[in-house]
């Protein structure tokens, strides 16, 4: 069945491709192999990146004088986390933004794949359109395609139908099931102040993450966390994480080792900046990992720039933009 978008007679009423395409198209992942092990991976790792940024983020328990935190005020920091790592996630929603994505495969082999999207939320995950590398639309009719598939999301998020509220079902779980890998976070780790030390001309607190023996994982994608070392830095007087690298320590098994593996060795980076007043989110980073599905072996190297976050708003806000970039878009191509 195809969907229409845009109210009856105006300019940007669009046939669009079918639903199941436009599912398709929502937070693809650019044609990497064996997705699952990537998902599990570096979805991990990001949350562990985000979770300890807000656990820095505690101004209540800053420490003054430069002295180093207390066990008591290092607790503090891990309590307040949860409701911080919230109110980004849902910040994020608001926002689109431009990602550059470079993968290769192996460490030291050319750039095989280097693509320029922005990122687009949605109320059910995220769209992507491509872009050339200073973030104009590839092809203008994809784009006012792309435009149209957008605003007939963002319309069923705001009017669901029952696949739709299906969709939003699933989603809520997916968020959910990340603000308890949040949680665990405070669980499976050690932390260790280990000082302050200059990085790119700034001081920052440096802090180091050791597997908890004792921590059990109470879901698939938490059995990565007791495999994780981690440090991270952060500037104290925004209380929010600068930088981050994690090493895999140990083999990662999937589904005990009959779906898959990651290897030992891996290592991931992230960087952080403050993209808005108060507002804090990634904008780079790196993972590089190996191991195998099944009995095949592959490898896994990408490096990711994240620019030009622009706030939207919330979905009503967000469809009134998206709709009126629409709009923009249809009449500069009818007056061509």
């Not at 046939?15 to 937070?27: D, H, M, R, T």
């Not at 959910?176 to 280990?194: C, G, M, P, Q, Y």
């Not at 000082?195 to 993450?209: D, H, P």
């Not at 495999?227 to 500037?235: E, G």
Request: proline share 6%; net charge neutral.
């Amino acid at each position: 069945m195809l969907q229409r978008c845009g109210d009856s007679g105006s300019p940007n009423r669009i046939l669009l491709q079918p639903l199941a395409e436009l599912k398709n198209q929502i937070g693809a992942n650019r044609g990497q192999t064996f997705r699952f092990m990537r998902r599990h991976f570096t979805h991990a790792l990001l949350i562990l990146s985000l979770g300890a940024g807000a656990i820095a983020a505690a101004p209540a328990t800053q420490v003054s004088g430069g002295g180093a935190p207390t066990p008591a005020q290092l607790q503090s920091f891990i309590a307040r986390a949860i409701d911080n790592q919230h109110r980004d996630d849902q910040l994020l929603e608001q926002y689109d933004r431009i990602e550059h994505v470079q993968t290769r495969k192996a460490a030291d082999s050319p750039v095989a794949e280097d693509q320029y999207s922005r990122i687009v939320p949605i109320g059910t995950g995220s769209f992507h359109i491509t872009v050339t590398p200073n973030a104009q639309p590839a092809d203008p009719a994809q784009y006012r395609q792309q435009l149209a598939m957008i605003q007939n999301s963002l319309q069923l998020a705001l009017q669901p139908d029952a696949r739709e509220k299906q969709d939003l079902a699933k989603y809520q779980k997916r968020q959910e099931e990340r603000a308890e890998l949040v949680s665990d976070i405070a669980k499976a780790f050690r932390f260790t102040w280990l000082g302050r030390e200059t990085r790119n001309g700034i001081l920052l607190a440096k802090v180091r993450l050791d597997p908890d023996p004792s921590f059990v994982p109470p879901s698939r994608i938490a059995e990565v966390l007791p495999h994780v070392q981690a440090t991270i830095w952060f500037d104290e007087s925004a209380s929010q994480v600068v930088h981050i690298e994690a090493q895999i320590t140990t083999d990662v098994s999937i589904g005990g080792g009959v779906l898959g593996k990651i290897y030992r060795g891996g290592q991931f980076w992230l960087e952080q900046a403050e993209i808005a007043p108060g507002v804090w989110e990634p904008v780079a980073y790196d993972y590089e990992f190996a191991g195998r599905k099944f009995v095949f072996g592959f490898e896994e190297h990408e490096k990711t720039e994240v620019s030009q976050y622009r706030h939207l708003g919330p979905l009503p806000q967000k469809l009134t933009f998206i709709r009126n970039e629409l709009n923009n878009a249809t009449s500069r191509h009818s007056g061509d």
